[in-house]
């Protein structure tokens, strides 16, 4: 069962088969968002999707920031930068690469601005632009 459908850049139809979301700056209890935390939640985020999937090959989507007080004088760490705020895990799958195996596999990791599923045109366009032939892995069942 899939969750959804993306159909890639390159023609390439893959699925959504499992999906992990968290808030990007849930339990963050001091501070404020910038580039040294962001750059740690980054790595974390692409850290777990290796954790969780070790067989598999994992894909970090670079986040877009945003500097939304460009304005007011940086803070101690620096100005003000902000991810967008889920940070998501998610396993797809496609036919195979290579057409003696049953399939290609991989792990993506990226951020986005709403807890939605990517599908359809809907989904992020970072997602659309994965090289699934360049970085998916092919299985056997």
Same mark, same amino acid.
């Given at each position: 069962?899939?969750?959804?459908?993306?159909?890639?850049?390159?023609?390439?139809?893959?699925?959504?088969?499992?999906?992990?979301?968290?808030?990007?700056?849930?339990?963050?209890?001091?501070?404020?968002?910038? !580039?040294?935390?962001?750059?740690? !939640?980054?790595?974390?985020?692409?850290?777990?999707?290796?954790?969780?999937?070790?067989?598999?090959?994992?894909?970090?989507?670079?986040?877009?920031?945003?500097?939304?007080?460009?304005?007011?004088?940086?803070?101690?760490?620096?100005?003000?930068?902000?991810?967008?705020?889920?940070?998501?895990?998610?396993?797809?799958?496609?036919?195979?690469?290579?057409?003696?195996?049953?399939?290609?596999?991989?792990?993506?990791?990226?951020?986005?601005?709403?807890?939605?599923?990517?599908?359809?045109?809907?989904?992020?366009?970072?997602?659309?632009?994965?090289?699934?032939?360049?970085?998916?892995?092919?299985?056997?069942?």
């Amino acid at each position: 069962m899939s969750l959804g459908h993306i159909v890639l850049s390159s023609g390439r139809s893959i699925r959504l088969t499992e999906l992990r979301m968290s808030s990007t700056y849930g339990g963050m209890l001091e501070g404020y968002p910038c !580039k040294r935390i962001n750059d740690r !939640k980054v790595s974390w985020l692409q850290r777990q999707a290796e954790h969780a999937f070790p067989s598999r090959p994992v894909h970090l989507v670079p986040p877009s920031r945003e500097y939304p007080d460009e304005t007011e004088t940086a803070g101690a760490f620096g100005p003000v930068e902000v991810l967008p705020s889920v940070a998501c895990i998610g396993v797809f799958d496609s036919t195979a690469l290579d057409p003696t195996m049953d399939g290609s596999s991989l792990v993506v990791a990226w951020f986005q601005p709403a807890p939605e599923v990517p599908a359809g045109e809907d989904a992020d366009h970072a997602l659309h632009g994965i090289h699934w032939e360049e970085l998916a892995q092919d299985y056997e069942l």
